[in-house]
């Protein structure tokens, strides 16, 4: 029986995590250009990266989602999943620090919410994806 709920929370967490990781990257790759608006709004990237970083990681994204749902490589996806997350938050961190206007770029534009208390908001859901991405890491 322990096994069995090991397997589900398991495929539950590979779907979930792997599917918000897809859906994530669709909107990004379907609008590169606001991406990288929002990225250049971090100011971490010198101009003539943005461009690459923005084309670059939603195809990560997409890549790393759909192995965790739908591939033997189920601990490779988590891995680079988990990187990511912790890219993730610490960049909102130093946008959450520099004190920045600015959406996270998470999911495009959908609620229009910026701010520090809407990047603390969005590290500590990046916290909440890490844990279980990484319990998919080692389990």
């Not at 495009?108 to 908001?121: F, M, N, P, Q």
């Amino acid at each position: 029986m322990k096994k069995i709920l090991k397997f589900l929370l398991v495929w539950a967490l590979r779907i979930g995590i792997g599917g918000l990781f897809a859906w994530s990257a669709l909107w990004k790759i379907e609008d590169p250009a606001l991406f990288a608006e929002q990225v250049t709004a971090y100011g971490m990237l010198p101009d003539v990266l943005v461009g690459l970083f923005a084309l670059v990681l939603p195809m990560m994204e997409l890549l790393a989602g759909l192995m965790l749902i739908a591939t033997p490589w189920r601990k490779e996806a988590a891995l680079v999943v988990s990187l990511m997350l912790v890219m993730f938050i610490a960049a909102l961190s130093y946008a959450a620090m520099m004190d920045l206007d600015i959406s996270c770029g998470c999911f495009g534009d959908e609620t229009g919410e910026t701010g520090r208390a809407y990047l603390v908001k969005t590290i500590l859901r990046d916290l909440a994806l890490l844990f279980p991405s990484l319990f998919l890491l080692f389990a």
